[in-house]
Structures are given as structure tokens and as C-alpha cells.
């Protein structure tokens, strides 16, 4: 696990060196659970979401803004 801050952006970034991806299945279609999480976070943080292959294994990464939303002011 990566986290970190890179060019204005905050940064999460999960690797494994597992499987990687079913080529059979389009992951798109129907995410899992945790996708859809991640999913549903990197959009209310106006950031993004992506997963790619990294041989052996997945990486999973979540980006956004290092702005802070107005949620965080006290």
C-alpha cells in the first residue's frame, strides 16, 4: 500500500501479486462490493478510480484533488 501526494493529487495506491485479472469475466459489468466502494468514494471526492494489471496481480488506485472540500473546515 501507497499513499502518498504527486503532482496536486492525493494518492492511494493497493498492489497485490495475486492472480491478476479473470480474463473471462468484464469486470466492468458487475464490480464487486469493494469496487463499487471505491467507486462511489473517488466520486464524492471528485477523484477517480482505476485498476489495471501489474504483473503478477491487480493495482488498485484512488486519486483526487489535494484541495480541501468543505466538509474538512471546522
Same mark, same amino acid.
Given at each position: ?39 462511489? &468514494?473517488?466520486?464524492? &471526492? ?5 485498476? %489495471? ?8 488506485? &484512488? ?5 480541501? %472540500? ?5
Amino acid at each position: 500500500m501507497i499513499c502518498g501526494q504527486k503532482h496536486g493529487e492525493n494518492i492511494i495506491r493497493v498492489v497485490d501479486n495475486g492472480s491478476g485479472f479473470i480474463l473471462t469475466s468484464d469486470l466492468s459489468s458487475s464490480p464487486g462490493f469493494g469496487t463499487q466502494q471505491a467507486q462511489n &468514494l473517488a466520486k464524492q &471526492l471528485g477523484g477517480k478510480f482505476e485498476r %489495471f494489471s501489474n504483473s503478477p496481480g491487480v493495482v488498485c488506485q &484512488l486519486t483526487w484533488s489535494v484541495k480541501k %472540500f468543505w466538509f474538512w473546515r471546522f
